[in-house]
């Protein structure tokens, strides 16, 4: 009997583990061909916690897919399987057309069907978003990667499309991650919140200075994750990268923004 009783506890144990997800977006500047592999192997050591990745900033001309391919074989050199896919690049002109990429531990998720580019609003924002909808058991989440323009540029006028993707994608349970270079307290996230959603991080710094002042070297709320107050959070917050290196110009090598997560239960979604 107490063998079968430890059996159900380890079953209910797994099930319960196997029902939660680590979700990292992580704006990481001009990568591709100038990140070297000493570089590509301290992001890889990064993100090998999470279960999910989601990479804006990704070069769209030579050495952008490459660069997610050299990251892709670093993490399974470190001893787990990663999958990943890149998008197309993005409809944007000039300097500011970009790719977007997602990886993620196939031991723990599976992506489903295709990823793609949103086209419904391409004219009216700049990088059109990525999407991919991943499983972790039976159940199902859709990411939504973004980055909008410099605030310079007013990302607002991008971001207030958001409040008709969920009905666009009713079908998805979507999370919105991404660099969105406005904070979670501006107002055009009102209508987001209004349909129930929150976003990872509040009043989280997430972009570097250009050099640390009286201790401080992070310097504006741009980076979050939006997603459904149904959800249960197990963990949420931001990984300090640049603390690894003895000056925020040597950290900005690696990125100008650090890595923003969210650890979720995904138990309560029916999908």
């Known amino acids: 009997m107490k063998k079968y009783i430890t059996i159900l506890l380890i ?3 797994f099930s319960a583990y196997s029902q939660n997800v680590s979700i990292c977006s992580w704006n990481i500047q001009h990568f591709g061909k100038t990140k070297t592999d000493a570089e ?16 804006q900033e990704v070069v769209a001309g030579y050495g952008g897919s490459q660069a997610v391919a050299r990251l892709a074989d670093e993490l399974n050199r ?72 410099p605030k310079t540029k007013q ?19 979507l999370i919105f991650c991404g660099d969105f270079n406005l904070p979670q307290s501006h107002t ?26 009286e201790g401080s070297c992070l310097a504006s709320e741009y980076d979050n994750i939006f997603f459904k107050s149904s959800f249960q959070v197990l963990k949420a917050g931001i990984v300090h990268f640049y603390r690894d290196f003895n000056s925020v110009k040597e950290a900005r090598r690696i990125s100008d923004h650090v890595p923003v997560y969210l650890k979720l239960s995904l138990g309560v979604i029916a999908k």
């Open 188 to 213: 055009v996230f009102i209508p987001l919140k209004k349909m129930g959603y929150v976003s990872a991080l509040a009043a989280q710094k997430t972009s570097l200075k250009m050099e640390c002042v």
């Open 40 to 55: 590509i192997s301290y992001i890889a050591n990064i993100i090998k916690e999470f279960d999910v990745v989601a990479i």
């Open 78 to 149: 470190k001893g787990s399987g990663w999958d990943y896919v890149i998008s197309s690049p993005t409809s944007s002109v000039g300097s500011s057309k970009e790719r977007y990429a997602f990886l993620w531990n196939t031991a723990r998720v599976k992506r489903k069907g295709v990823s793609w580019l949103d086209e419904n609003y391409a004219d009216e924002i700049d990088r059109e978003p990525y999407l991919s909808q991943f499983m972790v058991g039976n159940k199902s989440f859709t990411l939504l990667s973004f980055h909008a323009v």
């Open 11 to 13: 079953f209910i144990s």
């Open 155 to 173: 990302p607002e006028r991008e971001i207030k499309y958001f409040k008709f993707f969920p009905e666009i994608y009713a079908d998805h349970n």
